[in-house]
């Protein structure tokens, strides 16, 4: 019966994930299609000016035509053109920049030479595919995580000539030796701009800025960066760069901000109206009414300059990550993270306050007081988890918020994170890279409010899945 039960349980859950999934898509469509028009509507564009000078019609037409921004905003309409069809495939060429591996001239020889007619002739219709993959990776170049692949298909390729062509399996052999088991994370790249050909289903009605858009968002394609700073650069490449540094600053604020504002709330409301309640509230204030932006400055001047505690500002310890030398990148985050931690803690400890003293007044406290339980075991056996509903009900938001960025922070501490590219996109009007993040923002909310919702199961058995 347990097992059933569970089952029972998890088919709930299942249900209710996956109906709270289906309706965020409408939300999400709509929140992309707002985002897309009131981004253009902002006055300039992204090829307005080149650094300080501003940029000649010619080439503002030239850069909006190569990038798609010369269609229709929203609908092709039929009659914009006398070849205008429905639905047809097209032969579409992409081109971003990406980082190639610098290989020896013996590998890009071998690359050559495997993709030659007479190798195509001798191996058959089989080895089309790969054969026209190699020759792609020989005339584009090869990226760090495409080489492992590279290296199964020439070793495949050089047990299948062993037979016939044993000079030319010896010199793969050769070439691919120094990359078996080798961490390709430690070779050296060249940045490149490398061109793409697909075959796509297009229709001519949604040939517009709106319609590509959603098209390639369905690839989990944000397109290429218009701005200054990373143009030609793929959207979903910068936030796969940026989105860990943020969200790592993020889990750290949220989890400080819970270790410090849930135990101050449970002080203050046991200590209802005497100076432990004062003390907390008086924190909870000026954690509230202090905005990050004065506060960030605040610690950097106290903390880092006068005491000389942390270091002040250094980016590159967040572009190596916590593996590199995980006690300078505590330092390096503590400051940043209790600016965070200093707003979000005051407003769960204020909501955690308020929520436990309403449940300290209930029926069935008293009841576990009369019995003789000890105060403790009453106000964290019996109270403080039915206290937390209000508070887990802010933490969705809050940490759908710090996972994207947080703006501010990251530009007063230069870390180089999403929000300090979200700032300066909005600058440069890189239109792709504003509604990437924005659409990235609305996943992570409705995610985090589905977590918050199925948390609400945990803390009140009361409350059931609906699938």
């Not at 591996?101 to 030659?116: E, G, H, R, S």
């Not at 505690?309 to 190596?320: G, S």
Request: proline fraction near 6%; charged fraction near 15%; hydrophobic fraction near 50%.
């Amino acid at each position: 019966m347990r097992i059933i039960r569970i089952l029972a349980e998890f088919s709930g859950m299942a249900g209710f994930m996956a109906q709270r999934l289906l309706a965020s898509i409408p939300v999400l469509f709509v929140l992309t299609l707002v985002s897309f028009v009131m981004i253009r509507a902002i006055p300039g564009g992204p090829f307005v000016t080149s650094g300080q000078r501003a940029t000649s019609t010619e080439v503002i037409a030239a850069m909006e035509r190569y990038y798609g921004l010369d269609r229709p905003l929203l609908l092709n309409l039929p009659g914009s053109s006398p070849d205008w069809q429905l639905l047809h495939y097209v032969n579409e060429d992409i081109s971003e920049r990406v980082e190639i591996l610098n290989l020896p001239m013996a590998f890009k020889a071998v690359l050559q030479a495997v993709t030659q007619e007479p190798v195509r002739a001798e191996l058959g219709e089989g080895w089309r595919n790969r054969l026209d993959r190699l020759a792609f990776y020989a005339d584009q170049g090869i990226r760090r995580e495409e080489m492992p692949q590279v290296v199964n298909d020439l070793s495949d390729l050089s047990a299948a000539l062993a037979d016939t062509q044993l000079t030319l399996a010896a010199q793969i052999e050769a070439a691919i030796d120094p990359y078996r088991g080798q961490d390709l994370a430690r070779l050296p790249v060249s940045p490149a701009l490398r061109t793409e050909t697909r075959r796509v289903l297009y229709s001519d009605l949604f040939q517009s800025q709106f319609g590509n858009y959603v098209f390639n968002l369905l690839r989990l394609n944000f397109g290429p960066s218009l701005g200054v700073t990373n143009r030609g650069r793929m959207v979903h490449y910068i936030i796969r760069e940026k989105l860990p540094i943020s969200f790592a600053l993020g889990v750290m604020a949220v989890g400080t901000a819970i270790l410090m504002g849930i135990p101050l709330g449970v002080v203050a409301a046991v200590n209802h109206n005497r100076w432990p309640d004062y003390g907390a509230m008086f924190f909870a204030v000026i954690g509230r009414a202090v905005p990050n932006i004065v506060l960030g400055p605040v610690l950097i001047i106290f903390f880092a300059v006068k005491l000389k505690l942390f270091p002040v500002i250094n980016p590159y310890v967040w572009l190596a990550g916590p593996q590199s030398d995980p006690g300078q990148y505590i330092l390096t985050a503590f400051l940043p993270v209790m600016t965070l931690a200093m707003g979000m803690s005051a407003s769960i400890a204020r909501l955690t306050r308020a929520s436990l003293l309403q449940v300290l007044s209930q029926e069935y406290i008293r009841t576990a007081r009369a019995k003789g339980l000890h105060e403790r075991a009453v106000v964290y056996g019996h109270g403080l988890r039915n206290s937390l509903i209000p508070v887990v009900t802010i933490l969705g938001p809050l940490l759908a918020a710090v996972l994207t960025g947080t703006f501010v922070v990251e530009l007063v501490f230069a870390i180089p994170g999403l929000g300090d590219t979200f700032v300066t996109s909005v600058t440069t009007r890189d239109y792709n890279l504003l509604v990437g993040v924005t659409v990235l923002y609305a996943f992570f909310l409705v995610v985090a409010n589905i977590l918050v919702d199925m948390v609400y199961v945990w803390l009140d058995p009361r409350i059931k899945f609906r699938d």
